[in-house]
């Protein structure tokens, strides 16, 4: 049963501190998506990546968040330095065509606390 | 300019057919309807989608008004585990960004 993976499951942290999520896609899938969810804000896209390249990282904060794919099995995002602001739960997806428009298929999420 | 319009919430009692109604007002031709849940702590779980024509798999049917504004997802045997979030969500176009909106919850009634 293909499936994304996510780690950590769970990060607390404290303002200042570096955070690194880590995303493995589907294997074979060539579209990784980043979102990020609060209460407040609902399912935000942060990122989206197609043959590892970025095409779309400006829900992304530039200052202090950064996404990579350094190879197609992992992708990263990371956050430096983290602020309390940036409590969320933080979801990968990946998908197999390569477009918005496509099923996506999302890890179980990085729940972020930031104190 | 919400692109997709759904209740905020729905009760349905469990053995019966859930109905959850989204407005897709301003599609256009060539956009697919793109139906997600999400249960509670877990991440969006693909259900469906179609363009034109009704479509139905081992989690639910889809049915598209023949003018493509609005649509139906329908859970035909409800149960206690289809309590969650249900999003319908269109592509983005132009500059716009991929949005999941706020979508419906749907509680099961036992």
């Known amino acids: 049963d293909a499936r994304v993976t996510q780690t950590p499951r769970h990060k607390v942290t404290e303002m200042g501190q570096e955070v690194t999520m880590r995303c493995q896609p589907i294997l074979g899938h060539n579209t990784v998506f980043w979102y990020r969810q609060t209460m407040m804000q609902g399912l935000e896209l942060l990122a989206y990546?197609?043959?590892?390249?970025?095409?779309?990282d400006s829900g992304m904060p530039k200052d202090r968040f950064s996404a990579e794919m350094p190879d197609a099995t992992l992708a990263t995002l990371k956050i430096q330095p983290s602020e309390p602001r940036d409590s969320a739960v933080y979801f990968c997806a990946s998908g197999s065509t390569g477009w918005y428009q496509e099923t996506q298929y999302f890890g179980p999420g990085t729940r972020l606390l930031v104190l | 300019d919400a692109k997709t319009t759904q209740p905020p919430s729905m009760d349905c009692a469990e053995g019966r057919a859930a109905n959850l109604p989204c407005n897709h007002s301003t599609i256009s031709g060539n956009e697919y309807v793109y139906w997600y849940r999400q249960i509670h702590s877990q991440g969006p779980q693909y259900i469906i989608h179609g363009l034109k024509n009704n479509e139905t798999n081992e989690m639910a049917s889809l049915i598209i008004t023949e003018d493509r504004k609005s649509s139906t997802l329908i859970l035909p045997h409800a149960t206690l585990r289809d309590t969650a979030v249900y999003y319908c969500i269109r592509p983005p176009s132009g500059n716009e960004k991929l949005t999941f909106g706020t979508g419906t919850r749907l509680t099961i009634i036992p």
């Open positions: 990546f197609r043959n590892r390249a970025p095409l779309d």
